[in-house]
């Protein structure tokens, strides 16, 4: 089963605009990841932010956490036409579950347009 | 320092036929998991290997098994194959089954079964 859900599941935006994406996810957990995929590549790691911590940057990705609404967000700023992937949270739970283990949702499309 | 390595990259089997998928985890990393993530969805948890063992699974039948051999190089393989189990098979490691860090993901295997 999917735990987190992305919201949207597609974007559309110019080069140089903000994209924001977001992710809901439904039990407790020890970290968020983001992951970039291009099309019919593997996952590369984005960011990395853990439930004790509410935002987190690297470069032109602000990521916020919050564990009482179960949501997190991706801010991509000055999108460039590199950055059209699919972006994909994962959820991870291994204080609960044992074992440390990802959970994705379905992603969102970012296409960006030059 | 090589990333997550897994070959083939491309296969194309016939159904029932079985398949062995690779991969080599990132240096100093030592748990491995497999993914399978079908068109169009998030990645969905195969299972992990930990110090050559199955730790935990995922709700995948028992046609798909794995091994972990004492370099920590792993192998996915599918029996009986289905149409059903085209797909990209991502392989993942860590370092440390509860550590909490980050997870990185090789390029995958293109799986197609005809």
């Known amino acids: 089963s999917q735990q987190g859900e992305e919201d949207p599941q597609a974007l559309s935006i110019q080069e140089g605009e903000n994209a924001t994406m977001n992710c809901s996810y439904k039990t407790s957990i020890n970290n968020l990841q983001w992951y970039r995929q291009n099309s019919g590549r593997g996952l590369v790691h984005l960011i990395l932010i853990r439930s004790n911590e509410r935002e987190k940057h690297s470069g032109r990705l602000r990521v916020t956490l919050d564990t009482s609404k179960k949501s997190s967000s991706l801010l991509i700023t000055a999108s460039r036409a590199a950055d059209t992937a699919s972006y994909f949270c994962a959820t991870d739970d291994y204080e609960n579950s044992g074992y440390s283990t990802l959970t994705f949702g379905k992603g969102t499309m970012l296409l960006v347009s030059p | 320092d090589a990333g997550v390595t897994q070959s083939p990259t491309h296969l194309i089997k016939t159904r029932g036929q079985q398949v062995t998928l690779r991969c080599s985890p990132k240096?100093?990393?030592?748990?491995v998991s497999w993914y399978q993530q079908a068109l169009g969805q998030g990645p969905q948890f195969i299972f992990q290997?930990?110090?050559?063992?199955?730790?935990q699974r995922g709700n995948f039948p028992d046609r798909f098994s794995g091994h972990q051999f004492p370099n920590y190089s792993s192998e996915l393989n599918v029996n009986a194959l289905l149409l059903g189990d085209s797909a990209l098979y991502l392989c993942?490691?860590?370092?440390?089954?509860?550590?909490?860090?980050?997870?990185?993901f090789g390029e995958g295997s293109w799986l197609t079964v005809v």
């Open positions: 290997y930990y110090e050559e063992e199955e730790r």
């Open positions: 240096s100093g990393h030592d748990t």
């Open positions: 993942a490691s860590r370092a440390g089954p509860l550590s909490g860090n980050t997870i990185y």
